[in-house]
């Protein structure tokens, strides 16, 4: 019988030899903490990076049964963004996506689904073999961008299938939209949770939601299942890092967790989660984060407003009373120093308008 090292052994292996000469035994990152980088990588992200980019040790826990460092972070994750199970996820709101259809729905099962969601959605329905419901979203031709579903499109939708003996897994949402249009999701969910329907929100661009009374109600505050976020696209962690969220009790969480495990690496990035921690210890140290951010897109909205030929996307853009809100993402307020650039450019323009205005 072949015999292979388990994590005890390598514990008691390790107690044997100084810590350094431990470390070396157990890496398996071939740049060997940067002593083995290619020169040109070295000097271009500096030596920091390879010295933190590890592998699996004891200490640093393990993403898929997670008992140290990474529980405690994902509980903190939790706590800060007012869900009852958090998962670190280092293949994007993607990887979440589909574990959260293929843990909700069987093959052959229904997910309704608006008909502009993202490539993600596509992924799952294929990787799970769950059949698509689409439902078409309002659509400003003005605009020529795509707004929200609604409760009642979706009431429709369930009892369209329900009267064709079709089983629904799951309903998937996308708020807000990449242009920031937020669909009424406790609507949709009191739709949903009555017939036992659990409700997934792709909340890619919506992960700041929570760190701002100005801005709209998370997903999981409005009663959603499972709410995937882009982390890295609206708060501050490493690029293909994010998070996925739960509430309440209608989905598994143990087929959430190995879904999961199916669709990523064995050897997830330690550098990835603990930007997510990082992320989550930025906001919970600092509750004014967004203030000065949301002003100036608040400004900046004006400012363009006044423009002549330029409009601004606002709630009166759709027509649709059960749009929820249009989200300030869509003026991208993490980025900062730009949102000041742009109000700078604002100020030039208006001042060469005016002196347009007055023949000079
Ligand atoms: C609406 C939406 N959902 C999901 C995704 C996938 O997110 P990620 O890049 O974190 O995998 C994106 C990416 O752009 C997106 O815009």
Redesign the pocket.
Known sequence: MAHCLTRQHYSRLLALFPASLGNLLLLRTGHNRGKAAPFSLLKLIGSGTFLHDLSELPELDDLFSPKGVILDAQRRAAQLFGSSKNWFLV?????G?QASVMATCSPGDYLLVPRNC?I?VISALVLSGVVPKYIIPEYNSGWDIAGGITPLQLDEAVNELEEDEKRVGAVLV?SP??HGVCSNVQGIVDVCHPRGIPVIV?E??GAHFRFHDSLPSTAIEQGADLAVQ?T??VLCSLT?S?MLHMAGDLVDVDKVSQCLQLLQSSSPSYLLLSSLDAARDQLSKNGNIFDEPLAIASETKDQLMIIPGISVLDLPCFASELIHCVSHSALQICNYWDMKLMTFYMKVIKLFLSLLAHGQ
Do not use: E, L
């Not at 293949?91 to 990887?95: H, I, K």
């Open positions: 293949n994007g709101t993607t990887c996506i993202h993600a996308t939209t990449y792709d890619a661009h882009s890295h696209k293909q994010s």
